[in-house]
Each structure stands twice: as C-alpha cells, then as structure tokens.
C-alpha cells in the first residue's frame, strides 16, 4: 500500500480546483465545541458547500440502507470519518471513495477482536508481533478494512473478515487480497495508508482506476479563515 506521510499533507484552505481524475483529502483539526458530532457536521457541510459554490444551508444530504451519506442532485462525491479532535473529509467528482481515520490508540483487547472478526490470516499475523506493536498495526488494519466496506456503501456489519489484507513481517498493512464478490476483486482496488501526524492512522479506498490525490491539512489559523465560518470555534 502507498503511504501518505506528513510531509505530503500541505496546508491550504477549501475550496481548491478539484479535476475529475482527482481526490482530495483534507483533515481538519477539531478543538473545543467542535470536537464533537456537531462540529464535525458543520465542518463537513461547509467544505461540501465550498466545493459546489452554494450555501451550505441548501444541501441536501442523503443516507444509504447502511447509514452512507451522499449528496442529493449534486456533482461531488465524499466521505467522512471523525476521531477525536480530527475530521477526514475525501472529495471527488465522480468517484465512489471510503475514508477512515484514528486518532491514538486505546487499550482493548486487540489480539481477541482479530480473532473474532478478522480473517484467520490476518489474526495470525498480529498474533506473531510483538506487544508493544500490535495495536498501531491493528489500527492500521482496521482502518483498511473500514474505508474498502465505506466505499462500496457498507459498514462493519458486512462483515470485517470478508475484506481481506496481506500483512508483512513487520505487520504492516501490505495489499487487498481478499474481497466478498460483491465488492469486486482485490485487482480493481485502491488502497493508501493516511499518516498524516504522528499518533494518527487512516487509509483511503476506492474501486476504479489510479487516481491523483491531492492532500490537505488545515491548519488553526486555516481553519479559522476557511469557508467563511470556523472549523475550530
């Protein structure tokens, strides 16, 4: 899988010129008041109403059986995903996508849960690493596997193990290689790891052809300026 590191999230403000074979990632760093649901919603609403040149009051946002929001009668395709104090936010013209983000990781029985939900494979190799690196690699996993079920429309409910993942000796992420025929075959998909600042994890997915990715963080003094009203107050 391609990384994003820090060093390919440049600081900017929304929107910028988004071309049809593009992505855009932005992450925005939530304090205070907008750390919560609510925040991560206005945020959410005024990027999408940047993007589109309209007010963000004249949205319409739709929801899937599985609970995937969509833009009604509108030309941009997303996803979301919020931890803690950070929104992700992917953009697209025409693209399906799947985001996920992870913010730190807590203790919880890491090791039980691949087991349980994972493929044998990959519980396998998480159970080989050492203690000290299982729960970044966990993550990582996870996070995986959540933006492959988010962009084909589905949550974790589908079922975590019908989403399969190589893992190398070190335990990390390394390619799709097994995929519910719902979903298509791993061949088709796209995969990148989100490491955008250090405690952070996410991963970016889509079923199509290579994309350009563009990523984004803004910065608190970005995100005060951006899209006319604050991310961060």
């Known amino acids: 899988m391609r990384t994003l590191a820090p060093s390919d999230f440049t600081s ?34 005024e990027t999408l109403a940047a993007y589109l040149g309209v007010d963000a009051g004249a949205l319409r946002i739709g929801r899937n059986a599985a609970g995937k929001p969509h833009l009604i009668d509108a030309a941009l395709q997303f996803n979301v995903s919020h931890s803690g104090e950070v929104l992700l936010i992917g953009l697209s013209r025409r693209q399906a996508l799947g985001v996920d983000i992870e913010s730190g990781a807590r203790a919880r029985p890491y090791l039980q849960i691949a087991q349980r939900y994972f493929t044998a494979d990959e519980a396998a190799a998480l159970a080989r690493l050492p203690a000290a690196r299982l729960a970044d690699k966990f993550i990582e996993l996870w996070s995986a596997k959540e933006a492959v079920l988010k962009a084909i429309g589905r949550g974790i409910a589908f079922g975590l193990d019908r989403v399969g993942f190589e893992l190398d000796v070190e335990g990390a992420t390394r390619r799709l290689v097994h995929l519910d025929a719902q979903a298509g075959t791993p061949e088709q998909w796209r995969l990148v790891r989100l490491s955008p600042h250090a405690g952070i994890t996410g991963a970016l997915g889509w079923r199509g052809p290579d994309m350009r990715l563009r990523a984004f963080v803004a910065t608190d003094a970005d995100a005060a300026a951006t899209i006319r009203v604050s991310c961060t107050s």
């Open 12 to 45: 900017a403000t929304p929107p910028l010129e988004l071309d049809d074979d593009e992505i855009h990632l932005w992450i925005f760093p939530l304090h205070g008041s907008a750390g919560g649901k609510s925040g991560a919603t206005h945020c959410l609403r």
